[in-house]
């Protein structure tokens, strides 16, 4: 039994060390295409900022250009920045008028709070939903999850938004209409940490239904048919055939196995949660870097643009390195190379 | 027709809102003291708290409420003393004298003096706020604490030099933050150290500012609330949802989009005005590009004014809330409109006509030629313009290609590439036409890469005379005739089509009290606004 587990987590680290390997051409080519996609834009920071400011002396204008070492080619400002970032340096943006690592930290935690309680509320809804469709198939149960399913599936995210907005805050005033707490104690909730908490909890509900609503759609529907599939393989019958109980079956062999299909979605979709988010932010005012992105893709901060590709490449390579990890849990059998 | 249906429209919206707006802004009892007033804006957060060269609407808006000017314009047209008790030219005009406010303090508790005025004119002022209207200004002095000496190589006439002191963001800094640093840059722009009303508190990025009451503010027993938050809510939407519900009492320029300017004051709890944007008009203008020897032609040009319906602009962009322009002076403008301008009514056939004269005549199915509409996409009713010229403009036969940039894009195209025959851009103007709305015009507006300029390329001798008289000129009455020649010349010429004027709107709860009491409202300190029970 030692044996099997110190083997597991051999293997665990051996697939973690080649996933870690493969994330530095990856990372690369991230940085690379997003640099030159970005420069090709027309537009620079540089114009938009000597237009904000009225600038209109070349003198001033080049001494800008040098500063924010504007005057190299593309391809000798690429081969610094990506020698910077070697160095976990971001650059600076001189919008926020602050480093870029900065920027982005004061906006990434209320990012990070949004996509994980979102993919959070989607898994656990859409495969409570695609359980319950597999086990009451072809009853009103399960085409509830399917007429539900398609509608969460079918609305756009922005929309969802609103509409929860004006039911649940304006008509009902359950809920708050946007932003990730209330200022300043308006709300005469209390203080202390708790109520912070139970605060921005408040705020997180409807953004995270409007963001996980759409994912839990595709996860019951995936779940549904894996869950289908895999109680017609033969493992499951001689389960079956050995006495086990349904239950038993479906939550001790069924499950964890039609898991794999979900998980497999999860990982991949991390990227468009992360894209999901800049709608989201916006439809509820979410202090979260989607905004940070959209107003530095307006404003031509290439450095805030490309800080955010990076570390949102860091987080869904890391969230599929974990899914790997997670595949080699439920299912011992896979090897992943 | 289109009037008619403005008026209707207005009747559901501004009518009740202003009627409302009255009893709320003038026929309130005695203000209420304490309270937090939450307000935000039809635009988005600011790159800064504070940009010393403006910057846009949205710093503007939220570094208003910190700094004050010197002086300030009246809803009535006079201009009052802030900082300044007063301002008075010498016989020549060539220098003004001002006196300063004495009592005023900074937030960190240090005296306001004539240093703090000499630093922030020759250094924010001369450098980046008001660096083209002060091409003539040759240097001040202080010849004591309180006093101030302002000198210029030639003479400035009052309501110029009124219009400097009041300037969107001619602000007074404190000398012993900025002096030795670079003001773009200096940290404090994100947490600002003013004379104003409201101190700033905090600015959680991505959401709001929050202001707390000046204590030592030198209007005793000013402001009357404790606290003032600035929300940013990127969606109009999301605007509309927070107003209805509570959450923000007050948004200024057009918060919300029209049909929930409706829907808001049918509730009866909110009133929506266009007082307030007097000294700050918006409007839609389309730029000829004369570097295209076919705009070379004023004929040309002129038929652009007659090809384009501009009241169906007016109704169906902007739902009402816009009026075809005239001239390149505003119409609230009372000082220095006038209608005695080139008549630039929709007339088709006058397009036409124009356009054969001037050797582009219609030749069966094939255009006249073909014209590359930009339209600037930094606001999205630019766009929906664009659809609307192209249709007048295909109409008598010039074949269009239409594009909409997003905002970095425009500028580049617009005012440093000059990449465009014709585009659709915005413009915001004071009263004082020297040199915000000229520049458009004079020779010397032509700089490459700086925005909102002359990017039509227009130059003619005559008109920069004009322009340098009307500098120079300080009798009012003589002034105001030159300048009724400028728009004269201006719309003859139409390097620059008015389109539309626009509308701007405020929307608050019935509960804000002193609201849109500012012709600036958006750049005003709000230091008497207060919240009904």
Same mark, same amino acid.
């Given at each position: 039994m030692i044996t099997a587990v110190s083997s597991r987590q051999r293997a665990a680290l051996r697939l973690l060390r080649r996933r870690l390997v493969q994330a530095v051409p990856l990372m690369l080519g991230v940085v690379v295409i997003n640099f030159v996609l970005i420069h090709m834009a027309p537009g620079s920071f540089l114009e938009l900022m000597t237009a904000e400011n009225q600038v209109s002396d070349p003198a001033t204008v080049e001494l800008l250009r040098k500063t924010y070492g504007l005057e190299d080619p593309t391809w000798l400002q690429l081969v610094k920045y990506v020698w910077a970032l070697l160095h976990l340096d971001f650059g600076f943006s001189y919008r926020q008028n602050m480093p870029v690592i900065q920027a982005i930290a004061i906006n990434l935690p209320a990012t990070l709070l949004l996509m994980v309680s979102s993919i959070a509320l989607a898994f656990a809804v859409g495969v409570a939903a695609g359980v319950v469709a597999s086990m009451k198939v072809r009853t009103g149960w399960d085409t509830l999850v399917s007429v539900a399913a398609m509608f969460f599936f079918a609305a756009p995210s922005f929309w969802l938004g609103i509409m929860m907005i004006v039911l649940f805050a304006v008509k009902l005033g359950w809920m708050p209409v946007g932003g990730m707490s209330t200022i300043g104690g308006l709300g005469g909730s209390g203080s202390g940490l708790f109520a912070g908490i139970l605060d921005v909890l408040h705020h997180l509900i409807l953004p995270t239904l409007a963001l996980g609503l759409f994912y839990a759609a595709i996860y019951a529907r995936v779940m549904r048919s894996s869950m289908l599939e895999v109680a017609q393989l033969d493992f499951v019958r001689t389960a079956r055939a050995k006495g086990l109980s349904r239950r038993q079956v479906t939550i001790g062999h069924v499950l964890r196995n039609a898991l794999l299909p979900v998980v497999t979605i999860l990982g991949v979709q991390m990227g468009t949660v992360l894209a999901g988010s800049v709608v989201i932010e916006s439809v509820f005012s979410w202090p979260g870097v989607g905004s940070l992105l959209f107003d530095s893709v307006s404003s031509r901060n290439y450095p805030v643009v490309l800080g955010i590709m990076v570390l949102g490449s860091l987080v869904v390579i890391a969230a599929n390195i974990a899914v790997d990890l997670v595949y080699m849990w439920l299912d011992p059998r896979i090897e992943i190379r | 027709m289109a009037n008619v249906t403005r008026r209707i429209f207005g009747a559901g919206v501004l009518v009740t809102g202003l009627a409302a707006g009255t009893r709320a802004s003038w026929a309130q009892g005695e203000p209420r003291r304490g309270g937090t007033l939450v307000a935000t804006w039809g635009g988005g957060e600011p790159q800064a708290c504070y940009v010393p060269s403006g910057g846009g609407s949205s710093p503007?808006?939220? #570094? #208003?409420?910190?700094?004050?000017?010197?002086? !300030?314009?009246?809803?009535? &047209?006079?201009f009052v003393g802030e900082l300044a008790e007063s301002w008075k030219p010498a016989d020549d005009f060539k220098s003004y004298t001002i006196k300063l406010r004495p009592g005023v303090k900074f937030h960190d508790g240090k005296p306001m003096t004539a240093d703090d005025v000499v630093y922030s004119i020759d250094e924010i002022w001369k450098k980046y706020a008001a660096a083209s209207a002060m091409t003539d200004y040759a240097g001040i002095e202080a010849p004591d604490a309180a006093t101030v000496v302002m000198k210029f190589g030639k003479p400035i006439p009052e309501f110029f030099f009124a219009s400097l002191l009041c300037g969107n963001?001619?602000?007074?800094?404190?000398?012993?933050?900025?002096?030795?640093?670079?003001?773009?840059? !200096?940290?404090a722009n994100n947490a600002p150290i003013a004379t104003g009303p409201w101190k700033f508190k905090e600015w959680v990025r991505g959401s709001h500012f929050e202001y707390v009451r000046n204590e030592d503010y030198w209007r005793k027993g000013f402001p009357y609330m404790d606290r003032l938050i600035i929300r940013y809510v990127r969606d109009p939407a999301g605007r509309a949802a927070a107003m209805e519900s509570g959450e923000i009492q007050i948004g200024v320029f057009n918060p919300v989009a029209p049909p929930d300017i409706k829907r808001l004051t049918g509730t009866g709890k909110f009133v929506a005005t266009p007082k307030g944007y007097e000294e700050a008009v918006w409007s839609t203008s389309l730029e000829c590009n004369m570097r295209n020897p076919i705009f070379a032609k004023r004929e040309v040009r002129q038929a652009m004014f007659h090809a384009v319906d501009r009241n169906l602009i007016a109704k169906t962009v902007y739902y009402g809330y816009a009026r075809p322009g005239t001239s390149p002076i505003f119409s609230p403008n009372k000082e220095f409109f006038t209608l005695d301008t080139y008549k630039t009514g929709f007339d088709p056939k006058k397009a036409a006509s124009l356009l054969d004269g001037a050797g582009y005549p219609k030749k069966g199915n094939a255009p006249r030629f073909s014209v590359n509409l930009l339209a600037a996409g930094w606001f999205a009713e630019n766009g929906k313009i664009g659809a609307i010229v192209k249709q007048g403009l295909e109409d008598v036969g010039v074949a269009v290609n239409l594009t909409v940039p997003d905002r970095p894009t425009s500028i580049k195209r617009i005012y440093t590439d000059y990449d465009f025959d014709l585009a659709i851009s915005n413009q915001a103007n004071p009263s004082e036409p020297v040199p915000s709305t000229t520049q458009y015009y004079t020779t010397d507006g032509i700089k490459k890469g700086v925005p909102f300029r002359n990017a039509s390329g227009f130059s003619k001798p005559e008109m920069d005379a004009l322009v340098e008289k009307i500098k120079v000129e300080t009798d009012p009455a003589k002034r105001k005739a030159l300048v009724v020649e400028f728009q004269k010349m201006a719309t003859v010429e139409a390097p620059n089509l008015p389109l539309v004027e626009l509308e701007s709107i405020t929307v608050a709860?019935?509960?804000?009290?002193?609201?849109?009491?500012?012709?600036?409202?958006? &750049?005003? #300190?709000?230091?008497?606004?207060w919240l009904a029970a």
């Open positions: - | 503007t808006f939220s #570094s #208003s409420k910190l700094f004050e000017r010197l002086g !300030n314009r009246q809803m009535n &047209g006079d963001v001619n602000y007074i800094v404190p000398k012993h933050v900025y002096a030795g640093s670079d003001p773009i840059t !200096n940290a709860s019935t509960r804000v009290q002193n609201h849109s009491n500012d012709p600036n409202y958006l &750049g005003a #300190s709000w230091y008497d606004i």
